[in-house]
Nanobody, 126 residues
Framework: QVQLVESGGGLVQAGGSLRLSCAVSGRTFSSRAMGWFRQAPGNEREFVAV????????NYADSLKGRFTVSRDNAKSTVFLQMNNLKPEDTAVYYC???????????????????WGQGTQVTVSS
């Protein structure tokens, strides 16, 4: 069983930064890709970023490239999402997810992941 707990969300002004963390329990963390998704009110959950099991490969939603950075610390079973120059449209609940393997082919969809955290709220004020 894999459990994921996100933290680091909160209220920030536009232009500010936040760093989200996702602590993962379970022995398979270092062999799985990890993803970040978000869901704004009234919207479907959308892909944000993914990082491979080793951390050597990352991918981002096109609209977020250059502002968001995903990283991981396998020794601490934790994945991070650094978010800079935040905008009001980034307001959402952010979820981390454990991938089906080292780098799922469908990394930008829910089907690429089999464990999810409860989410952390990020609110960006204008």
């Amino acid at each position: 069983q894999v459990q994921l707990v996100e933290s680091g969300g909160g209220l920030v002004q536009a232009g500010g930064s936040l760093r989200l963390s996702c602590a993962v329990s379970g022995r398979t963390f270092s062999s799985r890709a990890m993803g970040w998704f978000r869901q704004a009110p009234g919207n479907e959950r959308e892909f944000v970023a993914v990082i491979s099991w080793s951390g050597s490969t990352t991918n981002y939603a096109d609209s977020l490239k250059g502002r968001f950075t995903v990283s991981r610390d396998n020794a601490k079973s934790t994945v991070f999402l650094q978010m800079n120059n935040l905008k009001p449209e980034d307001t959402a609940v952010y979820y981390c997810a454990a991938g089906r393997g080292r780098f799922p082919l469908n990394y930008d969809g829910d089907q690429g992941y089999d464990y999810w955290g409860q989410g952390t709220q990020v609110t960006v004020s204008s």
